[in-house]
């Protein structure tokens, strides 16, 4: 019972990759990468979270850094 709620419950750390979605389409990438950093703090295993931490840094040329 409790895997099927918290698939339909966000956690903390999808409430702080939604934010840094926002912030990186609205342009400001090194915030975004500070929000998917903390949501990286509260889950260090959740994959999406490091998937976009990849993507930004890919976009701010930072392919070095980009290892998911």
Do not use: Q, Y
Request: aromatic content about 2%; overall charge negative; hydrophobic content about 50%.
């Amino acid at each position: 019972m409790r895997a099927f709620l918290d698939r339909l419950i966000p956690s903390p750390a999808d409430e702080l990759r939604e934010e840094a979605a926002e912030l990186r389409v609205a342009g400001d990438l090194s915030a975004a990468l500070h929000k998917l950093a903390d949501a990286s703090k509260i889950d260090p295993a959740h994959v999406g979270v490091r998937i976009d931490a990849a993507e930004i840094m890919l976009d701010l040329n930072e392919a070095d850094e980009a290892v998911v």
